[in-house]
């Protein structure tokens, strides 16, 4: 360990006295870390989506004109007697006609001519579980008050398939970029050795133990991971600033897709430690198989 | 110091060395003579562990060198210093740098490192050179850094192959009268040579190898390598 610092300094007078290989691995990785956190939060806003597509009611029940508070409350005590029902909520037609103005505040042309005539009263229905909606289903079908029913099923199955999609392609593009990124380390570490030989040969003789002389190429792999892991955060943060406004106007109604800046801490630190670790297996196998210490 | 038991050495079926014994006892100066080719090298990376014998044993310093396990060379290879014809400097290094180099893998602190450095190259009249960089100095000087590198951590032994044979004859016997003066301190030289020009002008110890055998020990009866030779 007291080594350590003269280590360090070997692996950065090789890395600037081949600052074109350096650049190469480097560049290779921002690359792949950049794609890698895009994922991520692609990942992480598909989820705060899809919870909250989840979250909202499953199931409304448009009420035909007419019907009375009591028929109303009928209704909710047969879905609250299911068992199977989380919630139910009442939606007057004035509330109705509030909630669209409010939705449609910015578009005065779609709210300008509504009244609580237009829109009709409604039961918003959440389960606790997705697979019980059919039954809360064929309950209100057989309800004379209730006029028509709307899933919000549809969209969440919808939307699940389509994470699962990008999930997938995520993944594999992701394990390709990673893949490539380690060959990378191992080309350019397994370069350097051989740039080298000669300075490695008159450490084995003057009595450089073999890890003294790996160690600095495990620090070069490491630098290379770390390093550009770091700035393709930076990156992905600067990114997000630029065009994350943009994304979450289009889902206006969900609240903070990618909340907080804490993820972008998080995502830091973890695309650091598996650029490190990368840059490490890099080297280790660079160093197995192109140097005889 | 050094012993080498019917030590062999083969190359696929070619015979480097073949059937090697002699003794090398603490501050001797040896000549190991020969012509180019004849297993001079291969005897002196076998001390070092730089291969293994394919028969026999030998022994530096009381440790078998063929059983020797793979964290035990480095410490092998710091009681043994060597130097070569081609001097084997860092190029990028200066002369104190390449001289430092062994006592940084010893983790040793850098005021102890000048310290010990400056002592060092002071024995081999370089210290006005620490600055420059090999390209900056001549053969000669490039050779006493050498020296200088492998002197640093006080080896017990120096292995020196062909030390002379890049040089003129000046800065040849230069570097003689330093090996000289080494010795005279206490440590056991070995000098692999095929120049007669300066073995037959000193009374050291000459071992011949030639064709990879053993032809003569002027330590035996005072054998000549020549009268061995014809035997």
Redesign the interface.
């Known amino acids: 360990m007291k080594n350590l610092p003269r280590l360090i300094k070997t692996a950065l007078q090789r890395i600037s006295r081949n600052p074109y290989h350096a650049l190469a691995a480097t560049l290779v990785m921002l690359f792949t870390f950049f794609v890698v956190g895009a994922f991520v939060l692609v990942s992480v806003g598909s989820n705060v989506l899809i919870s909250y597509f989840e979250s909202r009611p499953q199931v409304t029940a448009f009420l035909r004109d007419g019907t009375d508070s009591k028929s109303v409350e009928q209704i909710r005590t047969k879905l609250a007697d299911t068992g199977v029902v989380s919630k139910t909520k009442y939606v007057s037609k004035e509330e109705a006609v509030k909630i669209y103005k409010e939705r449609f505040k910015d578009q005065p042309l779609l709210t300008q001519n509504i009244t609580a005539e237009i829109l009709p009263a409604s039961i918003e229905v959440s389960t606790f579980k997705l697979d019980d909606l059919s039954k809360v289903d064929t309950l209100l079908r057989k309800e004379a008050a209730v006029e028509d029913i709307e899933f919000q099923r549809d969209i969440v199955e919808a939307l699940s398939s389509a994470t699962a999609v990008i999930r997938n392609i995520g993944i594999g593009t992701v394990i390709f970029l990673l893949l490539t990124s380690l060959l990378t380390t191992l080309i350019v570490i397994g370069l350097n050795i051989s740039l080298h030989q000669d300075e490695i040969e008159i450490m084995r003789l003057v009595g450089a133990t073999s890890w003294y002389i790996r160690i600095p190429f495990v620090i070069e792999g490491v630098l290379y991971g770390s390093v550009s892991a770091f700035v393709a955060s930076l990156f992905l943060w600067a990114s997000f600033i630029w065009i994350g406004p943009s994304i979450q106007s289009v889902f206006k109604d969900v609240p903070n897709l990618v909340d907080s800046p804490m993820i972008f801490i998080y995502l830091l630190l973890l695309e650091v430690i598996v650029g490190a670790t990368i840059g490490t297996i890099g080297a280790f196998i660079a160093t197995k198989k192109y140097l005889t210490v | 110091m050094i012993a080498f038991r019917d030590v062999s050495k083969n190359y696929n079926s070619h015979a480097a060395l073949a059937d090697i014994s002699f003794e090398i006892s603490p501050s001797e100066f040896i000549f190991l003579v020969g012509p180019s080719g004849a297993g001079k090298s291969t005897l002196l990376k076998l001390i070092?562990r730089?291969d293994i014998p394919s028969k026999g044993s030998i022994f530096v310093d009381g440790m078998d060198i063929a059983t020797l396990r793979?964290?035990e060379v480095?410490?092998?290879?710091?009681k043994v210093g060597?130097v070569f014809q081609d001097f084997?400097l860092?190029p990028?290094r200066t002369v104190f740098e390449n001289v430092s180099?062994?006592l940084?893998?010893?983790?040793l602190d850098d005021e102890e490192i000048k310290k010990v450095v400056e002592e060092t190259l002071s024995l081999v009249n370089m210290v006005e050179k620490g600055t420059n960089f090999p390209h900056e100095i001549s053969g000669g000087e490039a050779q006493r850094t050498a020296i200088a590198?492998a002197m640093v951590?006080r080896p017990e032994i120096i292995l020196a192959d062909e030390p002379t044979g890049n040089l003129d004859l000046g800065s040849a016997w230069e570097i003689m009268q330093l090996l000289n003066k080494l010795n005279s301190l206490g440590t056991t030289i070995v000098m692999a040579t095929h120049n007669t020009d300066i073995t037959g002008g000193l009374t050291h110890r000459k071992i011949e190898i030639q064709k990879g055998r053993l032809v003569g020990d002027s330590k035996e009866k005072g054998t000549k390598p020549k009268s061995v030779k014809k035997k």
């Open positions: 070092i730089d793979a964290h480095p410490h092998l290879r710091r060597t084997k860092l990028q180099f062994p940084e893998i010893l983790g590198r951590l």
